[in-house]
């Protein structure tokens, strides 16, 4: 199975601020035929299922704010909340659809 | 409007089966695969497996092949999944969500239903 780590676990940003998570694979998530990176990120608020924001690694699902942006190649991947507001308190997941089983990273807790 | 609206949550004693429905619509319900996805108590999400309702392919995590089956009724536009013999470590809320590309199992999940509470205690 392809693990995934995120970093940190958790992080406090005052609004307004940005917001920074990690995301490492244990096998590069490119595939050179359609060159393009095989994640997802995220976002869980409490008590809700996670909300979709970015797949191939840096697209913006439709209606997510563009203050969310995803970076990265290979094994290493960035999610960036470019100025965060109350709303985006949340906890956040990276996903590998390269190989199955598709697996998660753990999360990472953004508080204000 | 995709929406996928899961069956409601279950209290269970351990040893009892258990079978729980994601209903589906505003789209075609057989040529998108659909999984489920397990988040324990305070815990992260755990990728359990996709099914294909075209023609009930599935793909299984290791972690849970031979623990629940998956299964799409195309008549009703549902997918299930079930347990034959309930643990005190299957309480979790599971989801089910569609993946995002028609036909392909590479993809990522996009919508997710609301989820069904199982909780297993004698």
């Known amino acids: 199975d392809i693990v995934m780590t995120q970093s940190p676990d958790s992080l406090t940003v005052s609004l307004g601020e940005r917001a920074t998570i990690n995301c490492t694979s244990s096998?590069?998530?490119?595939?050179?035929?359609?060159?393009?990176?095989?994640l997802a990120w995220y976002q869980q608020t409490p008590g809700q299922p996670p909300r979709l924001l970015i797949f191939w690694a840096s697209t913006r699902e439709s209606g997510v704010p563009d203050r969310f942006s995803g970076s990265g190649s290979g094994t290493h991947f960035t999610l960036t909340i470019s100025s965060l507001q109350a709303e985006d308190v949340a906890v956040y997941y990276c996903q590998q659809y390269s190989s199955a089983p598709f697996t998660f990273g753990p999360g990472t807790k953004v508080d204000i | 409007e995709v929406q996928l609206v899961q069956s409601g949550a279950e209290v269970k004693k351990p040893g009892e089966s258990l079978k729980i429905s994601c209903k589906t619509s505003g789209y075609s319900f057989s040529t998108y695969w659909i999984g489920w996805v397990r988040q324990m108590p305070g815990k992260g999400l755990e990728w359990m497996g996709i099914i294909y309702p075209g023609d009930s392919d599935t793909r299984y995590s290791p972690s849970f092949e031979g623990q629940v089956i998956m299964s799409a009724d195309k008549s009703i536009n549902t997918a299930y999944l079930q347990w034959s013999s309930l643990k005190t470590s299957d309480t979790a809320m599971y989801y089910c969500?569609?993946?995002?590309?028609?036909?392909?199992?590479?993809?990522?999940?996009?919508?997710w239903g609301q989820g069904t509470l199982v909780i297993v205690s004698s």
């Open positions: 969500a569609r993946l995002g590309l028609a036909t392909i199992w590479s993809s990522w999940f996009d919508p």
């Open positions: 096998q590069s998530l490119l595939y050179s035929y359609n060159n393009k990176n095989y």
